[in-house]
């Protein structure tokens, strides 16, 4: 959120009235350094400035949904532009070499994940609002459970995607046959499967 293609993109969808959700996933943390130590301001909704902008908490449900859905019927009627910030927590670091506890505590983290988590969360607001039994939802997980087991093994038998698929639904009218600078060796073609599931 803090680099410079952000406020350009900010610049150009305003300035083309474009309907675009910008979706600032804020969780506390870039890379191992707080937002506090590296942002002058961390309003980071506030920071689109002639863009309107909304401070939601991701970690609940219910808000990311009405929040996403305001967003989209500003787009929709045609006002332009608007920014989401979602406030979350990341639970583990933030890739395979950190460990996400040099510059967090435990403690921190599992105070989180016990007070905070969005699944165990909305799981108690609707068993306390009477909306489901917890058969119910045992039933629900053993299904998922179910689904995701049949998965694994699937998608790890899966041929590994080729480098055509970064070309494939970028555009919606391509201006051109080919997309240039992508690759060293020869430019990719733009492609398009949506369509037969748009029909």
Not at 6 to 33: D, H, Q, R, S
Not at 42 to 52: K, L, S
Not at 101 to 108: G, L
Not at 152 to 180: H, M, Q, W, Y
């Amino acid at each position: 959120a803090n680099q410079g293609q952000v406020f350009e993109a900010f610049n150009m969808a305003k300035l083309w009235n474009l309907p675009c959700i910008f979706v600032c996933e804020n969780n506390g943390y870039g890379m191992g350094t707080s937002a506090e130590r590296s942002s002058a301001s961390t309003n980071y909704y506030a920071r689109g400035d002639y863009i309107p902008g909304i401070w939601v908490d991701g970690m609940d449900i219910l808000s990311v949904r009405e929040a996403t859905r305001y967003a989209i019927a500003h787009c929709t009627d045609e006002k332009g532009p608007i920014v989401l910030e979602m406030m979350t927590y990341r639970y583990s670091g933030h890739s395979m070499s950190d460990p996400g506890t040099s510059y967090r505590t435990r403690e921190e983290v599992s105070e989180v994940r016990q007070t905070r988590d969005p699944i165990t969360s909305f799981r108690e607001l609707i068993l306390n609002s009477s909306l489901i039994t917890p058969e119910k939802i045992k039933e629900i997980d053993d299904e998922v459970k179910k689904v995701i087991d049949s998965a694994v093994p699937k998608a790890k038998a899966c041929e590994e995607v080729g480098p055509e698929e970064l070309t494939t639904d970028i555009c919606l009218n391509f201006l051109e046959p080919s997309i240039r600078n992508i690759t060293p060796w020869s430019p990719l073609k733009h492609s398009r499967l949506a369509e037969q599931f748009i029909k």
